[in-house]
C-alpha cells in the first residue's frame, strides 16, 4: 500500500485524471488551440536566440509538456522554451563548441540531460527550497539584466550583421566591427516587424476592446500579433525573393516528429557543463515555480515545490532525448494557457499534438521566414521583463537588498549570465551574515503600568540602577559570538555599582556551540568581578539545547521565565 | 592634531614607551633570556616542518618579533613561526616549487609578503571581524586535525626515509613505499628523543615540583628539555661520526645576521599564492588573536583585533625582506614569555638581539644535530593541540556544530589544509542558513495572570478562538520568505472561524525587501479571506524600516506595542 501512495505522490496526473470529464476536455481543446498558434513563431524565435536550428524549438516543446503534464502540480503551467533558459544555454554551450556544429547540438541535448538529473534528484532530496537562496531583488535585477542582454543579442538580426558575445561590451563591440555589413532590405523587415508588434501590444488591445469585444478575444488577437507578423514577412520576401538580396532567412526546416536523439556523455563534456546546467536548472525552476503558484493562488490550488522539481526534470529529460534544449515553465505561455480556460495539464499534452503536427506539415511554410522578424518578436517580447524600478524600490528600503540588485545587474550585463546571478546570490549571502555579525542590542526597561520592557532610548521607561537589561536581537552564533563578549565586557567596566546583568533572549532564536563558549566566557568574567548573570525568556528550543551544556548548571544567577518577573525577583536583590 | 592621534593609534609602542622604566626593564630582560634560549631549537624545527632550511626558521623570529613590538598591541605575545602555520607554508608552496630549490625559499618570502600586505590591508580596513567566520568547533576541528599531520609529517625524519604528500594518505602510502630504506641509527636517536621528550613534558615537572622547587623553575626546566636532547644528541653524532652512517643532520648553517631578501614578484607566482597566502593569515590571526586575548584578560588588559592585524602583517612584511616565512603569534612561546614575567613588547625586542647574536656566533654548533632530534621536539609538542574531545562534545551540544567539525577533521587529514578549513567555513555558513530557512514558529497564548505569552504546546496557556497568534522565531529573509508564506497560507486555511492573524516580532531582527514582499502578499491574501492581519512588538530597528515601505499604510489591522496590548484590544474584536 504504501508503495502504490508513493507511486500516486509522484504521478500527479492520477489525481486529475480520475475526475477528468467532458467540459474539462473542451475547455482544454480550445486553450491548446490557442497556445499551438502562439508557440509555433515563440519557438523557432527561442532556438535561434539559443543558437540552435529551428526545429530544436519546436521539439523541446513536444515531449516536455507531454512529460510534464504527467509528473507536474500545476493546472495551467506550461512548458517549453524560454527566453532567458535559452540565452543561458547560449552562453554554457557557446564556450565549448562552434555554432551551427553538430557538437553544439549535441551540448544542448547534454545540457538539458544534466539539468533534468539534477532536477529529479533535487525532487527526489526534496531540495526545494534551495532555490530560496535566490532572493527576490536578485531575481528581479537578473531577469531585466538578461531581458536586455537578449534584446541586444538579437540587434544582429534586425541589421542582418553576423556578431557574437555573451556580455554587453562584447555584444556591442562586435555589432560595431561588423557595421559594414548592414543589409537595408533586413533593417527595414526587422524594423517595421518591431514596430507593427509593439504596437499590438501597446495600440491594438485597447483599440479591439474600444470596439466591444471582450477581453479574451482582445487577447487572443494581441497574441496572434507574431503570427501575423511571421505570415506577412514571409511571404513579403518569398514574392520579391529577397533572400536573393541578402535577406537571411529560416531555410530548410526537416519534416519530421521530434528524432530520437542521444546526449554526448564523455566525461569532458559533462564536466564542463556540470555548472551551467546547475545554474539553469536553479533559475528555471525559480521562475518556473513562482508562475505556478501565481496561477493556482487565483484558483486557490496548491503547487508542490519539489513534486515540480520532477516534474520539470522529467520535461528536461524528455528534451534531452528528442532533439531539444533545456526547458522550463514559460510566463507569458502558462498565461496564455490559463486565460484561455486550460482545466488541467492534459491542455498541455493536445498542445503537443498541435506542435507535432506543425513540426510534420507547416515546417516547408517558414523557408522564407526572414531572421528578422524572429528577433523583432524576441525583442518586444523580452522588452516586458526589463524592469528597472527594483533598483529605486529597494533603495529607499535597504541599502543591503540595492546592492545585491545592482551588482546582479552590471555583472550579468558586463561579465554574462553566469557571474552575474552567482555574484547576486554569493553578495545577498555576505551582506546578510555582515548584518548578523554586528547585532543590534538595546538596553531595555520597564514600560511603566505595564509588564512590557522596551529600548531605553526610544522610550520612557523605568529602570534599576543596580541591574543592566540588554535584549540581544540576534540569534547567537560563531559569526557574532565574540562581539557579544566584547560587547559585554565594554558595558560591564562602565558602570560601577552594578550587581546584575539580565540577558533578554526574547530575539535570541538559536545558540551554536562558538556562542556557548562565548556564554560561558561570559558568565565566567562576570562572576570574577562579583556580577551576576540571568537569563531570561529563553525560547523552549534554545533552553532544549542549553539544557544538554554546562551553562545552566553554572550559571551565576537564574533563568526567568519572563522578564517581568526578573525586574520582580531583581528588584530588592 | 588628528594626524598625530592616528599615528598614535597606529603606533602602540608611543603608548607603553612613554611609561618604561627599570622594574619593566629588569623583566623584560629575564623572559627574553628564557624564551631565546626555548626559540632555538623551535625555530630549526619548524623551519624544517616548512620545508625550509633551519636557518629560516630564526631569521624569521628576528624582524618580525621587532616590527609586531613597535605595531601590535599585545604585551606578552610572541611573534615568529609556529607549527600550524609552518605545515600551511609547506602545503601552499610544495605546489609550486621542489624543496631544497632556490624557488622554494623566494616562494616563502613571496608567501610572507602577499600575507604582511593582506593583514595590514585588512586592519587599515578594519576588517578583523572575517575571522569570526571561524567559528569555533571548526578552528579546534582544523588544529587537531593540523596536528595530526604535523606529526606523521616528521615520522619520516625519526624513521631516516625520504617520504613527501600533504594528505594523510599521501604521507602513509609514501612512508610505506620507502620503508626499505629505514635506517636503524636514525630510528634510535629519535625514538629515544621523542620518548625523553615526552618524559620531560609529563613526568619531569612533577618531579622536579615535588623536590621542593618554585613552579617557574620547573616550568624552565620543562621548556629546556628541547635543548638539552639537542645538545646531547649532537654530541652524540659528532663523537660517533655518525652523519657517516646516514644519519642526516642539519649541516652547516650560513652564520649571519638576516639578509636583506626580495619576495618573487611575478603575476605568476602572485597569482598561484594569493590564496594560501589568505588563508595562512586568517588561520594565523585567529590563532594569534585568541592567545593575546587569553593573556590580556588574565591582566585586564584589552587587545584591538583591528590593530593586532596591523602589527602581524608588520611581522610577516618583516619576514619577507629579512630571509624568513610566514609568522604569527605562536602559543606556547607566548604562555612561556608571559610566565617568565615579559611586562612590555620590549622584551620581545631582546628575545630578538639574543637570537640576532644566535644567528651569528651558535650556527656552527648545529652542524652535527641530526634532523631526528628536531622531528620529536616537533611531534611531543603538536601533539598536545590534538584534542579529539570537541567531537564528543559538539555531538552532544548539537548536530550542526559536530558535522562542521567532523568534515573539517576528515577533509583537513584526507584532502589536505586548504580544503579541510575552507570546507569547515562553507559547511558551517551553509547549516547555518539552512536552519534559518526553516524557522520554529510558535503558537503562543497568555500565560494566567501575566501579561507573557507563550507556546502552547508547552505551557498551560489561554487562546481566544478567533484569533491566531504566531510567533516567528528568525529574522525574515529571503531564504525563509516563501516559508512563512506557504506555512500562514496552511494555517489559515485550517481554521474557518478565525478573523485575525497576529505575528509577534519579537523575535525578528530584520525584514528584507524579499521577506517585505512576501509580508504584503501575505496581507492581500488575507484581506481576501476577510481575515485581518497584525503585528505586534516589532522592534525598533526593524519599524524603522517597515515605515519605508508601503505594508503599514496597506495592512489590514493594526500594530500593537505588545502583545497583551492585542490580545486586550482584539478579545471582543
Same mark, same amino acid.
Request: aromatic share 8%; net charge positive; hydrophobic share 50%.
Given at each position: 500500500m504504501?508503495?502504490?501512495?508513493?507511486?500516486?505522490?509522484?504521478?500527479?496526473? $492520477?489525481?486529475?485524471?480520475?475526475?477528468?470529464?467532458?467540459?474539462a476536455l473542451s475547455s482544454d481543446l480550445i486553450a491548446a488551440v490557442i497556445v499551438t498558434i502562439m508557440l509555433i513563431p515563440q519557438s523557432l524565435a527561442y532556438a535561434l536566440l539559443a543558437g540552435l536550428p529551428p526545429e530544436a524549438?519546436?521539439?523541446a516543446s513536444i515531449a516536455p509538456i507531454i512529460l510534464y503534464a504527467i509528473f507536474g502540480t500545476s493546472r495551467a503551467l506550461a512548458v517549453g522554451p524560454v527566453a532567458v533558459v535559452s540565452l543561458l544555454t547560449a552562453s554554457a554551450i557557446g564556450q565549448v563548441a562552434e555554432t551551427g556544429t553538430m557538437g553544439y547540438a549535441t551540448a544542448a541535448l547534454t545540457l538539458a540531460f &544534466?539539468?533534468? %538529473?539534477?532536477?529529479?534528484?533535487?525532487?527526489?532530496?526534496?531540495?526545494?527550497?534551495? *532555490?530560496?537562496?535566490?532572493?527576490?531583488?536578485?531575481? *528581479?535585477?537578473?531577469?531585466?539584466?538578461?531581458?536586455?542582454?537578449? /534584446?541586444?543579442?538579437? =540587434?544582429?538580426h534586425? $541589421? #542582418?550583421?553576423? +556578431?557574437? #558575445?555573451?556580455? &554587453?561590451?562584447?555584444?556591442?563591440?562586435?555589432?560595431?566591427?561588423? &557595421?559594414?555589413?548592414?543589409?537595408?532590405?533586413?533593417?527595414?523587415?526587422?524594423?517595421?516587424a518591431t514596430a507593427f508588434l509593439f504596437w499590438v501590444r501597446k495600440g491594438l488591445k485597447p483599440l479591439v476592446k474600444s470596439l466591444g469585444a471582450g477581453p479574451l478575444l482582445a487577447d487572443i488577437l494581441t497574441k496572434a500579433g507574431p503570427v501575423a507578423a511571421v505570415v506577412v514577412t514571409t511571404v513579403?520576401?518569398?514574392?520579391?525573393?529577397?533572400?536573393?538580396? %541578402?535577406?537571411?532567412?529560416? #531555410?530548410?526546416?526537416?519534416?519530421? =516528429?521530434?528524432? =530520437?536523439?542521444?546526449?554526448?556523455?564523455?566525461?569532458?563534456? =559533462?564536466?564542463? $557543463?556540470?555548472?551551467? +546546467?546547475? $545554474?539553469?536548472?536553479?533559475? %528555471?525552476?525559480? @521562475?518556473?515555480?513562482?508562475? +505556478?503558484?501565481? &496561477? *493556482? *493562488?487565483?484558483?486557490?490550488?496548491?503547487?508542490?515545490?519539489?513534486? @515540480?522539481?520532477?516534474?520539470? #526534470?522529467?520535461?528536461?529529460l524528455g528534451a534531452a532525448f528528442t532533439g531539444g534544449y533545456p526547458v522550463t515553465g514559460g510566463f507569458s505561455r502558462s498565461v496564455v494557457n490559463f486565460d484561455a480556460g486550460a482545466e488541467t495539464p492534459a491542455a498541455g499534452a493536445?498542445?503537443?499534438?498541435g506542435l507535432a503536427f506543425a513540426a510534420m506539415a507547416l515546417t516547408p511554410l517558414v523557408y522564407y521566414l526572414p531572421n528578422a522578424t524572429l528577433a523583432a518578436t524576441i525583442i518586444v517580447a523580452v522588452l516586458s521583463l526589463v524592469d528597472l524600478s527594483i533598483l529605486q524600490k529597494t533603495w529607499g528600503y535597504s541599502r543591503a537588498d540595492f546592492s545585491a540588485v545592482a551588482a546582479t545587474i552590471v555583472l550579468t550585463l558586463g561579465m554574462g549570465v553566469e557571474i552575474g546571478v552567482a555574484s547576486g546570490v554569493i553578495l545577498s549571502i555576505l551582506l546578510h551574515l555582515y548584518k548578523t555579525s554586528r547585532p543590534h542590542? /538595546?538596553?531595555?526597561?520597564?514600560?511603566?503600568?505595564?509588564?512590557?520592557?522596551?529600548?531605553?532610548?526610544?522610550?520612557?521607561? @523605568?529602570?534599576?540602577?543596580?541591574?543592566?537589561?540588554?535584549?540581544?536581537d540576534e540569534s547567537l552564533y560563531f559569526v557574532n559570538a565574540r562581539f557579544l563578549e566584547d560587547l559585554i565586557q565594554k558595558r560591564v567596566t562602565d558602570g560601577c555599582e552594578l550587581r546584575h546583568v539580565v540577558l533578554m533572549f526574547s530575539a535570541v532564536n538559536a545558540v551554536d556551540y562558538s556562542a556557548l563558549e562565548s556564554l560561558e566566557a561570559i558568565n565566567h568574567r562576570l562572576r570574577d568581578m562579583n556580577v551576576c548573570l540571568h537569563l531570561t525568556e529563553v525560547k523552549g528550543p534554545v533552553m532544549d539545547r542549553l539544557q544538554k551544556s554546562h551553562l545552566l548548571d553554572e550559571l551565576n544567577g537564574h533563568v526567568f521565565l519572563s522578564q517581568f518577573n526578573a525586574w520582580e525577583g531583581l528588584r530588592g536583590a
Open positions: 504504501i508503495s502504490i501512495d508513493r507511486f500516486r505522490k509522484y504521478m500527479p496526473i $492520477l489525481e486529475w485524471g480520475k475526475t477528468y470529464d467532458k467540459t524549438g519546436i521539439y &544534466l539539468s533534468g %538529473g539534477f532536477l529529479v534528484l533535487m525532487g527526489v532530496f526534496r531540495l526545494g527550497f534551495l *532555490a530560496n537562496f535566490l532572493s527576490h531583488p536578485v531575481i *528581479a535585477g537578473f531577469i531585466t539584466a538578461s531581458g536586455i542582454l537578449i /534584446a541586444v543579442s538579437q =540587434l544582429k534586425i $541589421l #542582418g550583421v553576423s +556578431a557574437h #558575445g555573451h556580455t &554587453l561590451p562584447q555584444m556591442l563591440g562586435s555589432i560595431f566591427a561588423h &557595421l559594414g555589413q548592414i543589409n537595408i532590405i533586413t533593417v527595414f523587415i526587422g524594423t517595421a513579403f520576401v518569398w514574392l520579391l525573393g529577397l533572400n536573393d538580396w %541578402g535577406v537571411r532567412i529560416v #531555410g530548410a526546416v526537416p519534416q519530421s =516528429l521530434p528524432p =530520437l536523439t542521444l546526449p554526448g556523455l564523455s566525461p569532458d563534456l =559533462l564536466g564542463q $557543463l556540470l555548472v551551467p +546546467a546547475i $545554474l539553469i536548472s536553479i533559475i %528555471g525552476f525559480v @521562475e518556473s515555480v513562482s508562475v +505556478a503558484q501565481t &496561477l *493556482a *493562488a487565483k484558483k486557490r490550488q496548491r503547487i508542490d515545490p519539489d513534486q @515540480e522539481l520532477i516534474g520539470l #526534470g522529467a520535461a528536461n493536445f498542445t503537443a499534438i542590542v /538595546a538596553e531595555v526597561g520597564l514600560v511603566p503600568g505595564t509588564q512590557h520592557f522596551r529600548n531605553i532610548h526610544r522610550h520612557n521607561v @523605568e529602570t534599576l540602577p543596580h541591574v543592566l537589561t540588554l535584549r540581544v
